[in-house]
C-alpha cells in the first residue's frame, strides 16, 4: 500500500476577503517571529535553535494570537522546512543567505486533528479553545482522509482558497493482467490498445481548442505592442487576455481529465493491471510540427497526459510504466516489416497483419514492454471515443473518492 495526496482547492467568496486577510496577517505575524528569533539567536550567540525550543516560545509568546495551538506549531514547522532546504543548498552554494525574509502575510495551516468534516460537506476549523470555528462550504464527501488545508491567497486572481489536502490509499495488489500500450499523439491524443482492443481518443475538439488559443493570445499580444504600458487600455487588455487564458486553459483540462478517467475506466473494464506509455521523446520524430509554438504546446500536452494517466490509474492498483525505448507507427508489430501506410489501414505486406493505423504504434509498445512479438488475431475494429462536456468513465461510479472498488474485480 503507498498512500498518495491529492490537493483540491475550494475558493471562497469575496464577500469574505478581509476577514481572511487578518487570518494571513496573524500567520504572518508569527513566521516572522519564528524568522526574528533564530536569526536573533544565531547572530548573538551563533547557534541554531531547534524546532521543540522555537514551538515552545512561540506558543507562549502568541497565546492570545486567535489561532489553533497547531496552526501555530505548522507555521514553525513550515519555518524549518525552508531552513532545511537552505542547509542542504548551501552544501553547493556557499554564497547562500539564510531565509530571513518577514511576510506581512503568510499561509494560514490547519493540521488534521483542527479539521472536521461535517455531514453536508462543511469543513469545521478549530480557532482554539473558546474561540469561534471557522466554516468553510466544500463539495468533499464523508469519510475522505483530510491531512491538511490551508488558507492561501492567489494574487492574480485576488482571491482567497481553501487547499484541502485528502489522502488515498493506492492499491499494489493489480486487478487485472492484461497490458494496455498507450501511444500519445497529435491526431489522436491517446490510442490504448490490447492484444484484441482498441481505444481512440478523438483529437478535433482539442486541436480546434489550442488552435484557438494560440490564434486569439498572438492577437493579443499584438494589440498590446500597439498601447502604452501601464495605460488603461493596456491594462484592461492584460486582463481580458488572462481571463481568456483561464477559461480556455479550463476548457482544455476538462478535455484531459475527461479522456484520462475514460482511459482508466476503460482499463478497469478491461481487466488491465498494466499501461504501458510510449516514451515521449520519440514523439518528436513523429509529428510534423509546423512551428516550434505547436511543438511546446504538444510536448506539454503528452506531459500532462501522461501525468494524469499516472495519478488516476495509481489510485485504482492500474501499474503504469514508461516504455523507454522509441517505436514507431510504422513498424509491423508482427513481424517487424517496415512499412508505410497512407490508407486508415496497415497492412503488412509480409505476413499480412492488418489493423488501423492509429492503433499499430500502441501494439509496439505492448511489443517493447513485454519483449513478446504478438500474436494478433482477428482485430476488433477500434472504438472512437469523442469528447462532449458530459463524457463519463465507461465502469460506473468511478470515482476518485471510491478509490477502492470490489466491482472492478468481477467483470
Ligand atoms: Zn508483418
Known sequence: MSRHIKVYKFPVPYTHNSQYKELMQLAGRIYSKTVSIIKKTHKRKGFWLSINTTQKYILRWAQDIPLHS????????????????????????????????????????????????????????????????????????????????????????????????????????????????????????IVASTEDQTILYNGGELNAKLQYRNKKHAEFQRKLSKKKPGSRRYRKLVKAKRMFLKKTQNQINDILHKYTTHLVGWCLSQGIGTIAVGDLRGIRDRVDYNSTANQKIHQWLFRKVSDLIKAKAETVGVKVVFARESYTSQTCPVCGAKHKTSTRNFKCPDCGFMGHRDAVGAFNIIKKYTGESLVVGSLAY???VRYSSHLCCPVSMWSPWKPTIEWARTS
Open 70 to 189: 497547531q496552526t501555530k506549531q505548522a507555521l514553525v514547522e513550515k519555518y524549518f522546512e525552508a531552513l532545511k532546504g537552505y542547509f542542504k543548498a548551501r552544501k553547493t552554494n556557499s554564497d547562500l543567505k539564510p531565509p530571513f525574509r518577514t511576510p506581512k502575510y503568510f499561509v494560514v495551516i490547519w493540521k488534521n486533528q483542527a479539521v472536521r468534516l461535517l455531514k453536508d460537506g462543511t469543513l469545521r476549523l478549530s480557532m482554539g479553545n473558546g474561540r469561534n470555528p471557522l466554516y468553510v462550504l466544500t463539495t468533499l464527501p464523508q469519510g475522505v482522509d483530510i491531512r491538511r488545508v490551508e488558507l492561501v491567497y492567489d494574487r492574480k486572481q485576488d482571491q482567497y482558497f481553501f487547499s484541502v489536502a485528502v489522502a488515498f490509499e493506492s492499491k499494489t495488489e493489480q486487478l487485472g493482467n492484461k497490458v494496455a500500450g498507450v501511444d500519445l499523439g497529435v491526431i489522436h491524443p
Open 382 to 384: 477500434p472504438v472512437g
